[in-house]
């Protein structure tokens, strides 16, 4: 694995113009949820919430939920330490829908694009939490808030090349069935597997169709948004929604999702 190297500052503004990641170290650490944000203060703003956690690494293996609520589960994320093997994880969680007042921790508008559409959402787990390698359909920037998270990065095309790409149905990603480890030591330019792990405060810009998967060091909150030009968005919206239909038809991905218990 090649480390990422960190992106300088001052070409923040231009992030999402390049076609390859790039890290930029300490570009939110003057937000407020980065500075005030834990897990305690967090459970008190809506302690009765409903939450569905993902048992696991869904994209890897079964597709397995278990209902919470965010005050329990926040609660069982302030002890450090590795997770069991099948860690519960809030994924795609909308954050800001559950707890609007904190709206004005979160200055995402310095670091997106203007007149972009975006998709914001958190991930919030402990440590030993991952997600499988997958690629997103949009760019996407991580803006790590709280606790420590480590990416692999896989180039486009890689996956494919090595016949590793899954056929389990995700809507809105494309899935792998091997890790990146497994990936980088079955061959190939090591300039193609790279690796960063990301501090709070820390923006990682992932573009679409690179290769990516995610484990948890520590038990950490991200904050992610996917975003693109408002023609490019709505066109891919409409291609996955077309898609989901006819997922939800029975006729693409049946049993075997990432929305579908048990598959």
């Not at 330490?81 to 994924?91: F, M, N, R, T």
């Not at 200055?107 to 997103?136: C, K, N, V, Y």
């Not at 180039?155 to 149905?169: D, H, I, N, Q």
Request: aromatic share 10%; glycine share 10%; with cysteine.
């Amino acid at each position: 694995m090649t480390p990422l190297a960190d992106a300088a500052l001052g070409g923040a503004g231009q992030l999402w113009r390049h076609r390859t990641p790039a890290v930029f170290r300490g570009l939110a650490a003057h937000w407020p949820a980065v500075k005030q944000w834990t897990f305690a203060g967090l459970a008190a703003l809506a302690p009765d919430r409903p939450v569905r956690l993902v048992s696991g690494d869904r994209e890897r293996g079964r597709t397995n939920f278990v209902e919470s609520t965010l005050r329990l589960y926040l609660e069982s994320l302030q002890e450090d330490g590795v997770s069991e093997s099948q860690p519960l994880y809030l994924k795609e969680f909308d954050l800001l829908d559950a707890m609007p007042r904190l709206r004005l921790d979160l200055m995402h508008s310095e670091i997106f694009p203007p007149r972009s559409i975006r998709s914001l959402q958190s991930w919030i787990g402990p440590a030993g939490a991952r997600t499988g390698l997958h690629h997103d359909y949009l760019d996407n920037l991580a803006v790590q808030l709280v606790g420590r998270k480590r990416f692999h990065l896989v180039r486009p095309g890689t996956v494919e090349r090595l016949g590793a790409v899954a056929a389990k149905y995700d809507s809105w990603a494309r899935l792998s069935r091997l890790g990146a480890l497994e990936l980088a030591s079955s061959g190939g330019p090591q300039e193609d597997f790279l690796v960063v792990d990301l501090e709070p405060g820390d923006v990682l810009y992932i573009p679409a169709r690179w290769w990516h998967e995610v484990l948890n060091l520590s038990p950490c909150i991200l904050f992610g948004g996917f975003f693109g030009p408002p023609a490019q968005v709505l066109a891919r919206w409409a291609w996955v929604r077309s898609r989901d239909l006819l997922h939800r038809a029975g006729w693409l991905g049946l049993n075997d999702c990432t929305c579908h218990p048990g598959s």
